[in-house]
């Protein structure tokens, strides 16, 4: 990972970096690294981590540690992770903001799943920002420290707020009627939407019970017809892995000074995905 003055240095020197019409004949020049922490799953960057296969393009995809984020999180742009590193011979950009890195490699190579259209790329859009609404509305009690408090608050959601949201999204897949978001094919919007379902449905979310998703069958189904994608498929069986246990969450490898040592750690949440988002249980969000 680079140092906080290189990373600050690439991101002074970007800002003067005129991309062009030709930007997508130097795509294949460019080299990628996707940084985010070292969890046993991968949260808010598996959408980008599928992407970047469905592109087909050379990525390095490197993890960091609690005390390594520490170090560098005043030099990354919003302080958050996962950010994707973009490097040519022209130009350097720490690209931050993982629906924005996704719409990003959405547009690059073989796989071109966000839409040139205005209008399918706007459908993609209000998808996207629906799944980040839930997120949202999971933010409070994802901060809240008191068990019984959170607990409560997660009851009152799966009661109320989240089969509104999930009603919302499978009904967007059902008017379009081919088991997709948007048009025949898979999208940006999918593998956005394909992360909540999982994050949903892996009992991590304790009061949230798993068959919350039961309901709507549509959406239920979306992981499989994303695993017909022969780039999704191969990755999935490459980089399976276990659900994480309550130890395994970052919040917990905080707090374990052996694993952060020497230096202190903070006393309060750390911030260490995008700001209006909750990826992990019981990592604090800052939502909407």
């Known amino acids: 990972m680079a140092t906080n003055t290189q990373l600050l240095k690439r991101r002074r020197h970007a800002q003067h970096v005129v991309v062009d019409d030709g930007f997508q004949q130097q795509e294949q020049q460019q080299h990628l690294t996707l940084y985010y922490l070292d969890l046993p799953w991968a949260a808010r960057a598996e959408p980008l981590?599928?992407?970047?296969e469905i592109a087909g393009l050379d990525y390095e995809y490197k993890t960091l540690s609690?005390?390594?984020f520490l170090a560098i999180q005043t030099a990354l742009p919003f302080g958050q992770l996962p950010v994707l590193e973009i490097r040519h011979?022209?130009?350097q950009y720490t690209l931050a903001q993982s629906n924005t890195i996704l719409r990003y490699i959405g547009r690059l190579g073989k796989g071109q799943i966000y839409p040139k259209d205005p209008l399918l790329a706007g459908r993609c859009d209000e998808v996207m920002d629906a799944v980040q609404d839930v997120y949202s509305l999971l933010a409070p009690s994802n901060r809240e420290r008191d068990h019984a408090v959170k607990v409560s608050m997660r009851q009152a959601l799966a009661a109320n707020g989240l089969p509104k949201w999930l009603h919302f999204l499978e009904a967007k897949l059902t008017a379009n009627n081919t088991?997709?978001?948007?048009?025949?094919?898979l999208?940006?919007?999918d593998l956005m939407a394909s992360q909540l379902v999982t994050w949903l449905t892996a009992g991590l979310l304790e009061g949230i019970p798993p068959s919350i998703v039961a309901a709507f069958p549509r959406l239920c189904g979306l992981r499989a017809l994303l695993l017909q994608h022969p780039a999704v498929r191969a990755y999935a069986q490459r980089v399976a892995a276990p659900v994480?246990?309550?130890a395994a969450t970052l919040p917990s490898l905080l707090h374990q000074r052996s694993a952060c040592a020497p230096a202190p750690l903070p006393t309060s949440p750390v911030r260490c995905h995008d700001s209006d988002a909750a990826d992990l249980r019981d990592e604090s969000s800052d939502g909407e």
């Open 49 to 52: 981590r599928i992407a970047l």
């Open 66 to 68: 609690a005390q390594e």
């Open 89 to 91: 011979s022209d130009y």
């Open 179 to 185: 088991g997709y978001f948007v048009g025949s094919g």
């Open 187 to 189: 999208t940006v919007a």
């Open 244 to 246: 994480p246990s309550e």
